[in-house]
């Protein structure tokens, strides 16, 4: 099991994979937005997206849980 985080602080603009999907490592899983800029979060190991607890316009702190990928 890898927990994907949040890289910094900020807005999540757009779910690019969603559960079930299958991932590899590299791989942008959600992208934030945060000052104006487009922060994309990739999967750090191959997988399947177990479980997203973020939808399109949440907030999110560096540091929070992102995506679980099995």
């Known amino acids: ?19 079930g999907d299958v991932v590899s490592s ?3 899983v959600v992208i934030l937005e945060s ?5 994309p ?3 750090k190991a191959d997988g399947v997206i ?3 607890k973020v939808a399109e316009g949440d907030f ?3 540091g ?3 995506a679980i990928i099995e």
């Open 64 to 66: 929070d849980e992102i």
């Open 26 to 28: 590299g791989e942008d």
């Open 41 to 43: 979060i990739p999967a």
């Open 50 to 52: 177990k479980e997203l």
């Open 35 to 39: 000052m104006k800029m487009e922060i």
């Open 1 to 19: 099991m890898e927990k994907i985080v949040a890289s910094m602080a900020g807005n999540v603009w757009k779910i690019v994979k969603n559960e």
């Open 60 to 62: 999110v702190n560096e």
